[in-house]
């Protein structure tokens, strides 16, 4: 709507009080191919889809690992749809009726290994076969194109596979290595857009002060306007 009024991306600022709350927003916009500035706000490490394909990287290496049980399950089921390069496949995950229910159940399950793997396309349990065969780019090829991630936040999807390239260069290439180098650097990554881009800048209310854009949002305002009396400065 403000760009059929003659505005540009680069004459709007998103004011948020906490990096969180911008986060969420970069994540949205971009999305949607929105060019978004931030300085910390599209961290690789915040984007759903990214931490989806780490947690797949985790169970590759361990399958008995609860945490990226869960969060991979999580992701399937409740971000992604069930989606898969299967049609069949994927059909059968719109039968279930609760997907909490659904994750409860398979997490909780004696034989939640091999269930896990039956709920995910049959391709991904051909892959975990492959591992030693497979370049760690590759790898994460192959899972993109198994879950059809291609279609969720690419700029996300395309700066990870550039960390991925990026060490597989400069280290010796195993899934078990890149997921420690991850652990220690994963805040160091983000999605950048070039100063002076046409693009919509979100920033803190903290760093606004001295700023000044034509249209300016303000999402989340639902903080109260007199302090309070316990509140400390």
């Not at 049609?87 to 059968?92: I, K, N």
């Not at 997907?99 to 709920?119: G, N, T, Y």
């Not at 396309?121 to 591992?131: D, E, G, I, M, V």
């Not at 034509?214 to 903080?223: D, R, S």
Request: glycine fraction near 4%; aromatic fraction near 12%; hydrophobic fraction near 45%.
């Amino acid at each position: 709507k403000c760009e059929a009024q003659g505005f540009r991306l680069r004459d709007m600022a998103i004011l948020v009080r906490k990096s969180a709350n911008g986060s969420e927003i970069a994540q949205y916009l971009h999305e949607h191919g929105v060019a978004v500035i931030s300085s910390d706000s599209i961290l690789l490490a915040r984007a759903p889809v990214v931490n989806f394909v780490v947690s797949l990287f985790k169970f590759l290496v361990d399958p008995r690992d609860r945490i990226a049980q869960a969060e991979l399950l999580t992701y399937f089921y409740v971000y992604l749809g069930g989606m898969s390069e299967e049609e069949d496949h994927a059909a059968a995950f719109f039968e279930v009726s609760d997907p909490q229910l659904k994750i409860r159940e398979l997490l909780q399950s004696e034989r939640a290994i091999q269930d896990i793997f039956d709920v995910l396309p049959p391709a991904f349990k051909r892959l975990s076969n492959q591992l030693d065969r497979l370049p760690l780019y590759e790898l994460a090829e192959r899972i993109f194109q198994i879950f059809q991630l291609h279609r969720i936040s690419p700029a996300y999807l395309q700066h990870f596979l550039d960390v991925v390239l990026e060490y597989a260069e400069r280290k010796t290439p195993d899934l078990t290595g890149f997921l420690e180098y991850w652990a220690a650097h994963q805040h160091q990554f983000s999605v950048k857009v070039p100063e002076g881009e046409n693009a919509v800048e979100i920033i803190t209310i903290h760093k606004s002060k001295g700023l000044e854009f034509p249209v300016v949002f303000v999402p989340f305002a639902n903080w109260e306007i007199r302090p309070r009396f316990n509140h400390s400065f």
